[in-house]
């Protein structure tokens, strides 16, 4: 059988295709917590920034027509309580620096209602800065006091890193999840082609209806033309039989005919040297039809062997029928068809080509047995086996059958005078070796051929 | 332990004034194989003699290590560090105030100190300033004022023994001179934010002529010399190692005492930071290593067990006091206080 | 005995005609299916030679109408197809036995013979001389109420020489008729028979003779 030409898998693409959708995802889900997380810290930390400058702020007091800072203890304090913070702040009464670090940026924007906020570097550290204004009537003149305050980002960092940190052990879980669920999708979705396909691969050769059982509306498309293709086969199964019929129709009519004719001259003449002549002529048609019917046969065997069509069937019984098919044949020369059987012998096999390996056997020994002779049908079962044995009183096997007979289109040395082509061994074998059985032959003590066929018990 | 290190050919050199410099030095001394290009240099606000144990047993192990120790002011390490970017590989300061700026503004290093060294979190801050040793501010009194003071040390029955007596403890208190003083202003800040009564003490100290000093030693000495009867906010330790320290009586108040944490940071102009890193370790092991008992005060200074302690916070918080407009209403209310 | 032939083709079937005749049998041809129906509805016959392949139609529908209708006349099949799995399908559908194309007379002759056995034949062909009965349909020989087991080349033998009573019949028409053409036989083999038929006959009323030269002969003693 020709293995398929194999490209990727569907499982394979299906694996691939989720477990990347699901790193993506896992992706996108930690960037998305880490962005949201330092949102969330950073707000919180501007929070603090903010209540600290308002603190400072509202320490702030007029007096004598002079603004006083009261800086409170807390307002910087407060910034460093959770994890160490470098803080910085400033103060400038519009334009003009009143104490703090003059160096510090004020963020733009920062109004009486609004603060503002900033990230900026600053003395060598990245620093989240935060400045509150508020309008002070000094001497009659409106002022603005505007208050910054800085702080280092080292929370808002660890906080990140923290929530990082969890956010991929979060992303690796799921991820890992994903690859069990993916095990289980890929499972589901590939079960109905499977299903197809096995209930394909369980029909019989001949077994070419249409697939009946219920498939994915996806797959439907596939059914369709494998359905399509089935039917076309078996409209060419059928040509092709009605071919073979048709040839051999035309091929074995008119032999039939000549034959006939041949045989009526036969009684009209009577010149010896005639009679022979006609009699070669008969002997040759008889021998090409044979040789054609053989052909025929050996090919059939070739093809159903690559797939056998097993049943149960009971052995004694296919060889009776067999016997009784050529008991005709054997009266005609007046043998003696003695078979010894079990009562039933029951195998798996492929019933038409046992039946003609039978045949075949049996129709050797009827031909190459001389008149008034004997041929012995036995089948026997053994622990393991089913047995075949034909023997016969006929001159049996040159060389005691070691080589010759098996091989294609040989014949026996004391095959003159019997028509036969030397494919019926060749049959026998074939059907035996696609059986997981063999054929034995060998001469008997008395002389006579001895053809034994054995088959594997169920 | 002195002796031991003279023995291994230590030099001392006491100068007056460094000039070399712009700030101004108290005294400077080398320990180690003589050289003129020291391994380690050592800006300190502590006395060599406070000093020199730990240098002595750093230097144990570590021998072939040259050490200069520079001694300066608390304002004059700020001068010297901030200002003028002078090169010193570790600096050490009562003043923890100026520490923290110093670190705040990004002067100092950050350094991971040794894993084995269970270090308090009130002990260090921002990987960058370190504390080695917890001092509180103590009253260093008079056996006679001792008897007169009873059974309670607390601020309130210093206030009411004063108030009784305002004619016998005339000019006979003294206390820091918080203009001229680091530490003192620390102090004073510390107890004023700690509580109210703070500033009717000084009020009291005040009225009986309270006398004003730049230093701790200067101060004990006024009280063993007889000239003193009682300095408030003192570091006990420099009592506490005279040798007529059993002459005097250390007292923590019973209300509340303020703890000053001295500490070492390693600043920016360091040359030798891995060896500036070995020595601030060898500090924090005698600290707090299991060797020494954890916080136990390096000075040995009085038991800090049974009082109610305000241990000032090494942070940002300090540097409120350190404001321009911060400083002068405090000192202007100090003022008002002590200088009616 | 009567036969009925379905074959289309022409040549074969007068063929085949003919040579049944030299057996003295009475053949009629049928070219169709139709025709075929239109004969079996009017004529008895012994046995039906049919072929599969017809212009109006398959031999198996004949089959299968014919194993409907009442009479159980033997059909003999006479195929183009040698398989075994189309010779099952044939057996399955009512045929009594098949002959593949080319036919061989013998043959034929001996598996007409097997149908008739096994369908009870008909008394109509029992031959009698004297204390001889014989059936040769059912291959039974009665001599003097003697029930003679024969092989079936004596029966054959024995047939030829009843049917032709008194008429020399030449060894090799013997051969011709007793043997087929793929065996190679000599007319001692005739002798062997003749002599084994001889010692069957010995109580009855009727001998073989033997005409030198020429063959053989059936001698009836009144």
Redesign the interface.
């Known amino acids: 059988m020709t293995a398929p030409v194999v490209r990727g898998s569907i499982r394979r693409r299906l694996t691939i295709i989720f477990l990347s959708a699901a790193a993506a995802l896992s992706i996108l889900v930690v960037l998305a917590i880490e962005s949201v997380a330092r949102q969330a810290v950073q707000t919180s930390q501007d929070n603090i920034l903010f209540a600290s400058a308002v603190s400072i702020m509202d320490s702030v007091q007029l007096r004598d027509g002079q603004v006083v800072i009261d800086l409170p203890y807390s307002s910087l304090s407060m910034l460093d309580s959770v994890t160490d913070e470098r803080v910085f702040y400033a103060i400038y009464l519009d334009q003009d620096f009143v104490t703090g670090y003059d160096a510090l940026p004020i963020p733009a924007g920062v109004t009486d209602v609004k603060g503002a906020y900033q990230t900026a570097g600053f003395l060598g550290e990245t620093v989240r800065i935060t400045a509150v204004q508020r309008v002070f009537a000094i001497r009659d003149v409106a002022q603005n006091l505007t208050v910054a305050v800085a702080q280092t980002q080292t929370n808002v960092r660890q906080t990140v890193e923290q929530v990082r940190r969890w956010a991929i052990g979060m992303g690796l879980a799921f991820f890992m999840a994903s690859v069990g669920i993916t095990w289980i999708l890929v499972e589901f979705a590939t079960r109905p082609l499977r299903r197809l396909a096995q209930s394909i691969s369980r029909r019989g050769p001949k077994d070419l209806r249409p697939v009946a059982a219920s498939v994915p509306r996806e797959m439907a498309p596939l059914v369709t033309s494998l359905n399509s293709l089935m039917q076309r086969l078996q409209v060419s199964l059928k040509r092709s039989e009605e071919f073979i019929a048709e040839a051999a129709h035309r091929v074995r009519t008119p032999l039939a005919i000549v034959r006939t004719q041949a045989d009526v001259t036969l009684h009209r003449v009577e010149k010896e040297q005639n009679r022979k002549a006609l009699r070669d002529i008969v002997r040759a048609i008889d021998e090409s039809s044979r040789a054609a019917g053989q052909l025929l046969d050996h090919a059939m065997v070739t093809f159903r062997a690559d797939d056998l069509d097993r049943e149960r069937v009971d052995l004694t019984k296919l060889v009776h029928a067999s016997l009784e098919q050529l008991r005709p044949l054997a009266d005609l020369r007046d043998l003696d068809l003695v078979a010894q059987t079990a009562a039933s012998v029951w195998v798996q096999v492929d019933p038409i080509l046992i039946q003609n390996a039978v045949h075949n056997v049996l129709d050797n020994a009827i031909k190459y047995t001389p008149l008034l002779g004997q041929i012995q049908v036995s089948v026997q079962a053994t622990a393991t086996q089913a047995q075949i044995t034909v023997t016969d009183s006929g001159p049996g096997f040159p060389d005691g059958g070691k080589s010759l007979l098996t091989q294609r289109f040989q014949r026996g040395e004391n095959a003159r005078g019997v028509v036969g082509s030397g494919l019926g061994l060749t049959i026998v074998r074939d059907v035996m070796a696609a059986h997981n059985g063999t054929l034995e032959i060998s001469n008997i003590t008395q002389g006579g051929a001895c053809v034994i066929l054995s088959l594997p018990l169920e | 332990m002195r002796y031991f290190i003279l023995a291994i050919g230590m030099m001392w050199t006491l100068i007056g004034a460094q000039v070399l410099h712009g700030f101004e030095i108290e005294a400077r001394a080398t320990f180690g194989p003589p050289t003129n290009d020291p391994n380690l240099r050592i800006l300190s606000t502590a006395d060599i003699s406070y000093f020199e144990p730990m240098i002595a047993s750093f230097l144990e192990n570590n021998p072939d290590i040259s050490i200069d120790y520079t001694v300066a002011s608390s304002s004059q390490v700020m001068q010297a560090i901030a200002a003028e970017q002078a090169q010193f590989d570790l600096v050490i300061s009562s003043a923890m105030d100026l520490q923290i700026k110093l ?4 002067h100092a290093l950050r350094h991971a100190p040794l894993r084995t060294v269970e270090l308090p979190a009130w002990a ?4 960058m300033v370190f504390a080695f040793s917890q001092e509180p501010a103590a009253m260093v009194v008079s056996k006679a004022f001792l008897d007169q003071m009873g059974g309670t040390h607390t601020r309130q029955s210093l206030i009411g023994l004063i108030r009784k007596n305002p004619d016998k403890f005339r000019g006979r208190i003294g206390t820091y001179d918080i203009r001229r003083s680091g530490l003192g202003y620390l102090f004073a800040t510390q107890d004023a ?1 700690g509580s109210e009564t703070y500033w009717r003490l000084m009020e009291v100290m005040g009225q009986s002529d309270v006398q004003l000093y730049c230093c701790s030693s200067d101060m004990i000495g006024d009280v063993l010399s007889g000239k003193l009867d009682m300095a408030y906010n003192v570091l006990g330790s420099y009592a506490q190692r005279h040798p007529h320290a059993d002459q005097v009586a250390i007292i923590l108040p019973q209300d509340m005492t303020t703890v000053m944490l001295r500490s070492v940071l390693i600043p920016k102009t360091t040359q030798q930071p891995a060896l500036a890193g070995l020595f601030l370790d060898h500090m924090l092991q005698r600290a707090f290593g299991t060797q020494t008992g954890a916080g136990r005060n390096l000075a040995g200074g009085p038991s800090l067990e049974s009082s109610a302690i305000n241990r000032i ?1 090494l ?3 300090l ?3 350190l ?4 400083k002068q ?1 405090f000192l202007s209310e100090w003022e008002s206080a002590i200088l009616q | 005995m009567r036969f009925l032939l379905v074959e289309d083709n022409q040549d074969l079937a007068s063929a085949v005609v003919e040579r049944l005749q030299l057996d003295g049998h009475v053949v009629d041809h049928a070219d169709d299916l139709q025709s075929a129906f239109d004969f079996t509805a009017t004529t008895d016959y012994d046995l039906i030679l049919l072929d599969i392949m017809l212009p109006d139609g398959d031999g198996r529908t004949f089959l299968q109408r014919h194993r409907a209708g009442e009479t159980q006349t033997p059909v003999i099949v006479l195929t183009a197809r040698s398989q075994v799995s189309d010779r099952v399908g044939l057996l399955d559908l009512g045929a009594d036995d098949y002959m593949v194309k080319p036919i061989d007379f013998s043959e034929l002759e001996a598996r007409c013979r097997a149908v008739l056995r096994r369908k009870g034949g008909s008394a109509r062909n029992v031959i009698t001389h004297g204390g001889l009965i014989f059936d040769p349909l059912a291959g039974a020989l009665t001599i003097e109420g003697q029930e003679i087991t024969l092989r079936t080349r004596e029966l054959r033998l024995l047939e030829i020489f009843l049917n032709n009573p008194g008429q020399i019949i030449p060894k090799s028409k013997l051969v011709d008729r007793l043997f087929s053409y793929d065996e190679e036989v000599t007319e001692n083999a005739i002798e062997v028979y003749v002599a084994r038929l001889r010692r069957h006959l010995a109580p009855s009323t009727v001998s073989i003779k033997t005409i030198r030269g020429s063959g053989y002969k059936l001698d009836v003693s009144p």
Do not use: T
């Open positions: 670190a705040n503004d990004g260090h801050w921002n990987s934010r916070g942070g940002p918080g540097l409120v006091f404001d321009r407009y911060k209403r």
